[in-house]
């Protein structure tokens, strides 16, 4: 019989390598509003997948796309900053 303990080992993830490290953390908290649009946007377009698109619903639409490349603008122009200060 062959005993595969000393395998097990590198089977099983280490605890430490199952939680976000503090930098994945951060970015995920430097990313978040873009996130909060991105997902605002994915329940607006779920809202009308079953039924016509009614004036509101187009609103809801639009407002959500502008909140999401508002982010992405903010969210690149905070990114070219943090490489000048860098730099």
């Known amino acids: 019989m062959t005993h ?15 939680e976000p490290s503090a ?3 951060d970015a995920i ?3 978040m509003p873009l996130i909060a649009a991105e ?3 994915l329940d607006a ?3 009308v997948l079953d039924r016509p698109v009614t004036e509101l619903d187009a609103h ?11 982010a992405r603008r903010a969210l690149a122009n905070r990114g ?3 490489l000048e200060v860098g730099a």
């Open 80 to 82: 070219l900053g943090h």
């Open 45 to 47: 377009r779920i809202t």
């Open 4 to 18: 595969i303990a000393a395998l097990q080992a590198v089977v099983t993830a280490d605890p430490a390598d199952r």
């Open 60 to 70: 809801r639409l639009r407002r959500a796309r502008r909140k999401v490349l508002a």
């Open 29 to 31: 908290e430097h990313e």
């Open 23 to 25: 930098a994945e953390l």
């Open 39 to 41: 997902v605002e946007l």
